[in-house]
């Protein structure tokens, strides 16, 4: 069984900076990209940041673009998003989740999720 596992949210003032990490476990795997979604309140879960792990091709929401920087380790399947300049409209879930192959922006493509970890900004 595969486990991804992430750490690193918190609360942080508008203008902080978090870093998230997300770590494989349990069965080896091998994904084709990894990538970060969040569901912030009254919204439905969304893409945040992905990466391709053969070409280091990395794709952002606009919402985030200039922001936040998606990094990872394709050996180890693990993956980071550092957040600067966070807003209160980032407040929510992040989740990690991998991806064996397809569209980095279509999450009913994902084959394997973590549980989540909560980022609040506040204002």
């Known amino acids: 069984q595969v486990q991804l596992v992430e750490s690193g949210g918190g609360l942080v003032r508008a203008g902080g900076s978090l870093s998230l990490s997300c770590a494989a476990s349990?069965?080896?795997?091998?994904?084709?990209?990894m990538s970060w979604f969040r569901q912030t309140p009254g919204k439905e879960r969304e893409f945040v940041a992905g990466?391709?792990?053969?070409?280091?091709?990395?794709f952002y929401a606009d919402s985030v673009k200039g922001r936040f920087t998606i990094s990872g380790d394709s050996a180890k399947n693990t993956v980071y998003l550092q957040m600067n300049s966070l807003k209160p409209e980032d407040t929510g879930i992040y989740y990690c989740?991998?991806?064996?192959?397809?569209?980095?922006?279509?999450?009913?493509?994902?084959?394997?999720w973590g549980q989540g970890t909560q980022v609040t900004v506040s204002s």
């Open positions: 349990g069965r080896t795997f091998s994904s084709a990209a």
């Open positions: 989740a991998a991806l064996r192959g397809g569209n980095v922006y279509y999450q009913n493509l994902y084959d394997y």
């Open positions: 990466i391709i792990w053969d070409d280091g091709r990395t």
